[in-house]
């Protein structure tokens, strides 16, 4: 350590940028090795100022680090605190989506076989995740931003709806590209668009009633019992027929206006 | 007052890796005044100055984990405020840049001044302001030839030449 130390005087002069540049150098390099000099600089810095950004510091310190998914919601331009509600979805974390994706993919690839039961497994899987996603991501259990939100200036409504439609369109977006990178038949690759569609928007439609989590598992049990009851002797894809289609259309057309007249119940 | 305030600083900064909060504080407490000045000395804009800095302890915060343990942790501070100060001044070109020139004073006092102080000294007050914030921003701030360039204002290639030109001239001055 060396014994050369600045006094009061350079100190202040320092700070006050008066020092010619070589003696400034070397103080500068001084003081990264010395405590006792730094410390004659702390009262040339107004508290007041000190005090402003430390008040910034801890805030983005005490901030929690927004997770992937937020980031890349905010990186496309969603609002902040839109972003935040929507990343504390359960349904919309990594591990759910992970999982989804394993289920999909399994399915997919069992779709390969020569008969058509691995189709069907995959086009009878794709609808039910979004179902899952979405009754997960309401409820006192499943949210766990909901007291938050209940308190929070902001229509209930409005937040179900940007979740279900972020959920909905991430696993419809994972179903699409398991279906476009492993099946090869054309029209197969959407069919379970619509059957998603009408099953979420059911599920919504009850929640506004019932327990979320009882409503999806629910709609996905009737739609595992119907697709079930139409294939009990041979594999058919009755149900992503023409009329299939039209019916599930009818479904979320319905839902949907339900859907909006009980608005009121997610408050 | 807690006991923190009498732990030294790599002491602390291991405590903040463990996310101890108070440890930051007594950290910011010591470390931010001289920050400030010394970052003021090169950006005249006070607000660039206090953005760079809050960047700097958040930064501390976050990364404390990589510090190596070995040297000066102001050095290490020193390192993390000078490159915010320089994201800042990227992310704002438009304000006047960098105030190395500000503290260069006309270029008689500067030879009046290099004769008091010892042989680098007078070596150094007979650089042109030029050559002497290139010496300044590479071997003092420890910025790469990129970035002292980027805070002076000039292509990398410049401070290149320019550093070589100031070493000769040392070089002569002090041989």
Known sequence: MSTWHMDDGLAVRYADGELNPTLAASVEAHLLACDQCRSLLAPRVPRSRLDRVWAEVADAVDTPAPGPFERLLRAIGVHDHTARLLGATHSLRLPWIAASTVALLFAALASGETTRWGLLSYLTLAPILPVAGVAVAFGRDGDPAHEIGLAAPYSMFRLMLMRAAAVLTSSSALALVMGLGLLDDDWTVAAWLLPSLALTSLTLVLSSRFDPRHCGAAVAATWLVVVVATNLREPSLAMFGGAGQAGYLAITFVSVVLLFFRRKEFS | MSEHESWTDARLLEAVADRDRRALEVLYARHAPWLVIRLT?????????????????????????????????????????????????????????????????????????????????QAMGRLSPELRAVVQATVLDGLTTREAGRLLGIPAGTVKTRMMRAKALLREELV
């Open chain 2, 41 to 121: 000395r090169r950006c005249a804009d006070p607000a660039l100055v206090d953005e760079a800095v809050q960047d700097t302890f958040v930064a501390v915060w976050r990364t404390a984990r990589t510090w190596r343990g070995k040297g000066e942790v102001a050095a290490w501070i020193w390192g993390i405020g000078i490159r915010r100060l320089l994201d800042q001044l990227r992310r704002r070109p438009a304000v006047p840049l960098p105030a190395y020139d500000q503290v260069m004073v006309s270029a008689e006092e500067q030879v009046l001044l290099g004769i008091e102080y010892g042989e680098l000294g």
